[in-house]
């Protein structure tokens, strides 16, 4: 009896192939969802939905049909899809079906453009009978986004609690494989190498490493505090102009070798280079008079980039966040980089390095509050910041293909407040 007790509760409801795909990351039949997961299900209000999207535009028109199939072979991968929350738990849904989650909408000409829609789809919650997710196939899309195409868009939503947004992309890359049978290479999570350097290191310099990691630890757990203390008493948000309904906005692409190369001439990464381009176009607005408070995810997450991708992945949200001022007082763009830079070193090899972590245990303690004192300092902290900045992984190669090609992709996440904006650097 006991191993059966133990079978029934590691067994997964999914073959490991079916429809010729490989389920990558398998779940139990029941399964208590995770505090930190639920803290997104807690948090949401009609007001504040709690999903991440993307929005795809195709080369040529898309039919339904053959979608649906490609959606079905989908949640074979992802057996998450087709579940759904019942109390604090995911359990299969019984009347689960890709209608419940497929809708289709025509652009007419002079009408609605894509990222209407778009903004439109983010700005409503999931129906939370059935599981998490929905895909809308937009048809007469043009190049452009506009109605009276011949092009065909796909709208994805996924909320929060079942991926965060690395996974989330990770997710709808895979989808992107299904529709065109290939596969771009991705940087993809698993759970770390078996040898590692650590393995290596004398017992000695472990004990004082391990020391030195829990007072790091302990540090950054009053600095969460601190910082959470600031954020409140200070004016990180934006004007409350600034505020209204959900509006879902993206740019072409710029060339990723650029913003590289700028990096590296002056002594700075990527995302360094990306946040104070965001500053700087926040300093435009009344609200850029000062400095805005922006959330910033932190993966947590090992990321593997010379294997395939593994066979099991944990589902749900391995990421963390914290708080940093972006300079949009700084006039001089270089010393605006500078300083965007200084302070996140800081985050990741300075004083605030553990930071992320302790973040992480604060995110759990939360979650144990009352729902509504959960939900009053929720929105009481995202009214105090101003944005979200995340930048997610994608394919290295064009996720192009000779029967449905995929011209454009972009990413969205929530919001974290009223007077706030959220930006994905994809």
């Known amino acids: 009896p006991s191993s059966q007790e133990e079978h029934s509760v590691c067994c997964v409801h999914?073959?490991?192939?079916?429809?010729?795909?490989?389920?990558?990351?398998?779940?139990?039949?029941?399964?208590?969802?995770?505090?930190?997961d639920f803290l997104f299900i807690r948090g949401e209000t009609?007001?504040?939905p709690m999903h991440t999207g993307a929005a795809w535009t195709f080369g040529n028109a898309f039919p339904a049909t053959?979608?649906?199939?490609?959606?079905?072979?989908?949640?074979?991968?992802?057996?998450?899809?087709r579940q759904r929350l019942v109390g604090?738990?995911?359990?299969?849904?019984?009347?689960?079906?890709?209608?419940?989650?497929?809708?289709?909408?025509?652009?007419?000409?002079g009408g609605m453009t894509l990222q209407q829609v778009a903004s439109r789809l983010m700005a409503c919650q999931l129906?939370?009978?059935?599981?998490?997710?929905?895909?809308?196939?937009?048809?007469?899309?043009?190049q452009a986004?506009?109605?009276?195409?011949?092009?065909?868009?796909?709208?994805?939503?996924?909320?929060?609690?079942?991926?965060?947004?690395?996974?989330?992309?990770?997710m709808e890359i895979e989808l992107g494989r299904l529709v065109n049978s290939q596969s771009p290479e991705l940087d993809a999570p698993h759970d770390g190498d078996s040898d590692t350097p650590e393995r290596h290191i004398a017992p000695l310099a472990r004990v004082f490493g391990w020391l030195q990691d829990a007072l790091l630890f302990v540090w950054s757990f009053i600095l969460c505090f601190f910082d959470a203390l600031v954020v409140s008493l200070g004016r990180g948000c934006l004007d409350k102009h600034c505020g209204g309904p959900t509006c879902i906005r993206w740019i072409r692409p710029i060339p990723l070798d650029d913003v590289r190369q700028t990096g590296r001439h002056l002594d700075a990464s990527i995302n360094d280079v990306l946040l104070a381009c965001l500053a700087g176009a926040i300093r435009r607005f009344p609200s850029g008079r000062r400095d805005v408070v922006a959330f910033i995810p932190f993966n947590m997450r090992v990321w593997k980039t010379t294997a395939p991708t593994p066979p099991r992945i944990r589902m749900g949200n391995d990421s963390s966040m914290v708080w940093v001022w972006l300079p949009c007082t700084v006039r001089d763009p270089i010393e605006r980089l500078q300083e965007v830079k200084r302070r996140m070193d800081a985050l990741k090899k300075g004083y605030r390095s553990g930071q992320p972590i302790a973040q992480l245990w604060v995110f759990r303690l939360l979650s144990l509050l009352p729902t509504g004192i959960l939900v009053r300092f929720l929105r009481y902290m995202g009214a105090c910041t101003g944005a979200l900045v995340t930048n997610v992984p994608g394919p290295r190669d064009p996720m192009g293909g000779s029967v449905h090609p995929i011209e454009s992709i972009a990413a969205f996440a929530p919001s974290p407040g009223p007077n706030s904006i959220a930006t994905v650097f994809f």
């Not at 490991?16 to 490989?22: H, I």
């Not at 009978?129 to 048809?139: E, G, I, K, Q």
Request: net charge negative; charged share 20%; hydrophobic share 45%.
């Open 145 to 170: 986004g506009y109605g009276g195409g011949t092009r065909s868009a796909l709208v994805i939503r996924l909320h929060h609690a079942i991926a965060d947004g690395a996974l989330a992309v990770m």
């Open 14 to 36: 999914q073959p490991a192939m079916a429809g010729g795909v490989e389920v990558i990351a398998p779940v139990p039949e029941h399964e208590e969802i995770p505090v930190v």
């Open 88 to 109: 604090t738990a995911w359990e299969d849904d019984p009347e689960f079906s890709i209608g419940h989650h497929l809708c289709e909408e025509d652009l007419e000409p």
């Open 127 to 142: 129906n939370r009978d059935h599981p998490l997710w929905s895909a809308t196939l937009v048809h007469n899309v043009t």
């Open 66 to 81: 053959q979608l649906r199939m490609i959606l079905e072979l989908w949640v074979v991968q992802w057996p998450r899809l």
């Open 46 to 48: 009609p007001e504040q």
